[in-house]
């Protein structure tokens, strides 16, 4: 029996070759004014948690069944991590509140996963309140586009088997720039970004 809502005119149908045909609530569509890096075509997204064990995700488009890509609270594998955004960063999703952030690392999975990698130097920020997004290029040279993660990864999901919480409210500061931070800043090539690089399935962990 499909689905009955309560504002049917608020939900939308979706293809997509991963999920099959998925439901997705209107307000629940991240819009990325400049695109993805390397997709910069595609603007609307939506993020479908498949509720599995390996506490990955997946941002899938919209508008291409096809593109989907891998994504993760970076908290969850790196505790320390807490990029910082420039004004101009937070002013391009209109973020007026670093707490109103929530953060993604795009993945790379290659067929040996257990070299699987995330991009911390170009993370995902998205405005909860407006449902605005960006892959923002962190001027953090000591950040990488391909971090080792699958040791820290299986590490945290072992800790955290039996805590169903920690896997869906993990979060990841930010903080904006102020002047008295100091950090390499110096612009970097990020063409290594897998991002076309989507696998086929999740892995086992």
Not at 36 to 49: A, P, R, S
Not at 92 to 106: F, G, H, N, R
Not at 116 to 135: G, R, T
Request: proline letters at 8%; one cysteine or more.
């Amino acid at each position: 029996m499909p689905k009955q809502h309560l504002n049917p005119e608020e939900w939308v149908k979706i293809k997509t070759t991963r999920f099959g045909e998925i439901e997705v609530n209107q307000q629940d569509i991240v819009k990325f004014k400049e695109g993805i890096l390397g997709f910069e075509q595609y603007k609307n997204f939506t993020i479908v948690d498949p509720n599995d064990t390996t506490l990955i995700m997946w941002m899938q488009c919209v508008d291409a069944p096809q593109i989907a890509f891998p994504i993760i609270e970076p908290q969850i594998f790196k505790p320390d991590y807490c990029p910082v955004l420039m004004p101009t960063d937070m002013n391009s999703i209109e973020l007026q509140q670093p707490m109103d952030a929530k953060v993604y690392t795009i993945l790379t999975i290659p067929a040996d996963f257990t070299q699987m990698n995330a991009n911390l130097k170009a993370p995902i920020v998205i405005n909860l309140k407006k449902n605005i997004a960006k892959q923002i290029v962190l001027q953090d040279n000591k950040l990488t586009v391909k971090h080792d993660m699958y040791r820290d990864l299986k590490r945290a999901i072992s800790g955290f088997a039996t805590s169903d919480d920690f896997k869906r409210t993990t979060i990841t500061p930010i903080k904006s720039f102020t002047p008295d931070m100091e950090f390499e800043a110096e612009s970097q090539d990020v063409s290594e970004n897998s991002n076309r690089k989507a696998p086929i399935k999740n892995p086992e962990l």
